[in-house]
């Protein structure tokens, strides 16, 4: 139990585009969903926290017009990245905890902006 | 939420029991130690957590000081695919939990 999935695993897109990615928990539903970046060699930086129904709240120096946070479900929260540049090619992670339970990490997306 | 202290990388050999450490000489009575790993290009897995007590389950052990300033993470029988980067963190849970905030952790390479 506990699956958390997101889509797509890579995405290529060009520069001044928009990306959009998906988190669903399969088998569980998430009160609260949270996005993460990771860049090479660094570790996981939270980039916002989302709850069902409700706006994110996002992580100093998290720009919130540019990475658009929705999470209209109990089992779907979508980031945007939207005009993607490529510094902002990463690796992004979603959780999705169970009100004050445990957190459970998807796959990753890796985005490449060209 | 506390901060924790870890090794850069460490080594260990297929086969032997890999022991990872980790300070956290500021946390709280009511902050428990968290251990996930990250293998390589993928998220995160949850391995083990503990308040106070010494826990094993079927991936590994935790072993707390008594004075809770620091802990270590024993993954018995080490294999190859052990290898990735181990984070330990402190956090509260239940209500008010905090966020999980992962620091560098210890990159741990199983070598045959």
């Known amino acids: 139990g506990a699956v958390v999935s997101q889509h797509p695993s890579w995405v290529i897109c060009k520069s001044g585009t928009s990306v959009k990615i998906e988190c669903r928990s399969l088998d569980f539903q998430a009160t609260t969903m949270f996005w993460y970046r990771q860049f090479p060699k660094q570790s996981l930086m939270l980039m916002a926290t989302s709850n069902e129904g409700s706006k994110a709240t996002y992580e100093q120096g998290v720009e919130k017009d540019k990475f658009l946070i929705n999470h209209a479900s109990l089992t779907l929260s979508t980031l945007t990245v939207t005009s993607a540049h490529p510094e902002d090619s990463s690796f992004y992670i979603c959780?999705?905890?169970?009100?004050?339970?445990?957190?459970?990490f998807g796959p990753g997306t890796r985005l490449t902006v060209l | 939420d506390a901060k924790t202290t870890q090794p850069t990388s460490m080594d260990c050999a297929e086969g032997r029991a890999a022991n990872l450490p980790c300070n956290h000489s500021?946390?709280?009575?009511?902050?428990?130690v968290y251990w996930y790993r990250q293998i390589h290009s993928q998220g995160p897995q949850y391995i083990i957590h503990?308040?106070?007590n010494n826990e094993t389950n079927e991936m590994a052990s935790l072993i707390i000081t008594e004075d809770r300033k620091s802990s270590t993470l024993i993954l018995p029988h080490a294999t190859l695919r052990d290898t990735a980067v181990y984070y330990c963190?402190?956090?509260?849970?239940?209500?008010?939990?905090?966020?999980?905030?992962f620091g560098q952790g210890t990159r741990l390479t199983i070598n045959p």
């Open positions: 500021t946390i709280s009575g009511n902050e428990y």
């Open positions: 503990g308040l106070k």
């Open positions: 959780s999705a905890r169970i009100q004050y339970n445990e957190q459970f």
């Open positions: 963190i402190v956090r509260v849970i239940g209500q008010g939990a905090q966020k999980l905030v």
